[in-house]
DNA sequence: ATGAAAGCGCTAACAT
DNA sequence: ATGTTAGCGCTTTCAT
């Protein structure tokens, strides 16, 4: 009973049966020059030795190693890790793997982990920008290593690759449209930090927007910064100590959007009679709360599919071009008020 | 201006210095017999020729990937996310990577996985059953490969492994305790499938507990099934066709809870009033409904940095003891009954 | 149809 | 302190 099993490779079959180390790995592939027979006893034996390819080997020796990196700033956002599951969809249908890795929104943290995929370890990399890089070398960097990249969501015009974007810009307008139609003239924004495209883009959108409908917002309508709940409970600390309330808040951010709503309620302010409230993402616990969050969803999944896709065309040496997927403005009771449309 | 530039190896700097690959190699690792001068120099000439190191040849040399796989149902169930977060850490804390893969509760998919991964893929595996999961031995054969297994809240005493897991009885047990110490007496309970333990031994707590209380539970007390959203709502309207409802429902999980209590709602039962909820996992959106969901926090993020500390340490062929992580029980609206005691 | 041999990029005895 | 050499496990010319 000796239990020390070594890990057993395409020599030991071919020992077994007498045939060449080349002759196993041809069999094993279905090479087409390897007869029916010594084909199948290969096969058999491969299994019954419970043989196992070596993927490091196998890849070195091909020189790529069928597996994709994910990079983005946490998987536990819903956006997020529905862009993953599309990714792997796709990616596992072709055959890749999938290396995911969380930035934590942090620059150095995102440098060191495409400083690791980079030593040969992925054969493209599909990425979310971290909101704290303002330094983008190192994604540049990937194209000296032969690396393809494409961006979804979070990207940069600094960044040379492919992209997978919603029409953010187009998601904002349209949001500030609705919100005029249905009686809002003071309409608020949390806008995000301005280095992040999708972020600028939707501000631009909010911005454009009233102005279309003639409104010129005041200096304080609008505050950038992080993408969390804290951060929307500041704002609308903010916003109670102003002298006026807007009549809606059109938050890049159904989290901050979260904050500012149980802020403003735990304050009496009544959502959405006094203040309605727009946020983006259409995060599942939009519908949950109480009043219900209108958002715009992002079709997030098909994204990470696009993107996926996207890379398997670059990696097959195809050029693939940009994507921009329209989003839809999901409305629910936050928005609900006096006068409106029916929807 | 030659733009075709090769991957650079080792043997590129030797090259450059006129010296040996060795060398090299081991000035880049700062091998203590190398003297300071060539150790410099080599480590400039790398940076400046923009040299990485192939990892798949380093891993196939050694004989190890330093790479870590993790098999979840789903990462985006934030109690699975949480834990990969605590998985990262605490491996990248090491050195190790962190390949992750979603079986989608499908056993044929967690097959597939553990198989690819044993190609060589990673050093050790950390996981979490499937529960269509009904035959182990996928998971048992990777002793064969030498891989080392952990698994963390979704174990089964069929497979041998290292588990992290919470108290599961005790956190039910207290749970129904509780229940009955505010008045309740029919205490359902929507249990999961058996095989899985955690569900088991919840069921278990629940059933024990009662019996402690002098309950006896009528048989259609209690429901098997999976633990969708869609599954609760099924739950709760079996309960409302029944003849009388339950003072409480104790679900195993707080999508099942969620289904419960808005169906339960939209039929005009009050919650807590005439049917209190308690849910089980503490997902984040348990405090933004309304009511808010009492529920049991399964510290999962711990669980995660105890899985990873543990397969670390199995990988360093040390014989770690299993975890076993007491939950805490989170009261919130849903449970707030009349009668009930101050919290 | 099969085998011999080179080599993917690196490490680590074993020289010297 | 540095070089030589033999692999790690596999694929793939090039022979035969």
Redesign the interface.
Known sequence: MNEK?K?ISIYDIAAVLGVSGSTVSRALQNHPAISEKVREQVQRTAREM?Y??????V??KRGY?KTIGVVVPY??R?FF??A??GI?EIANKVGY??????SNEQHEKERKIL??L????VDGVIASIAYETNDYTHFNNLA???IPLVLFDRVSDEVKAGTVRGNDYQGAYRVVEYLFSVGCKRIFHYAGFQHVTVWRDRYRGWLDALQACGITPGADWVRTGGITQDAGVAFAREILQGKALPDAIFSTSDWVA?GILLELMRNGVKVPEEVAIFGYANE??DE???PSLSSVDQFSKRMGCAAARMLIDKLNGENPEDVIIEPELIFRDSTRVSGMLSV
Chains 1, 2 share one sequence.
Do not use: M, W, Y
């Open positions: 099993k890990k419970n196992k390819p070596n993927a490091l080997a890849n070195l190693s998987i536990n819903n890790s529905s993953i599951e792997e793997d999938v290396l995911i890795c969380q400083h690791s980079s030593q040969g370890k000296e290593d032969r979260l599942p616990f949950l709360i109480t």
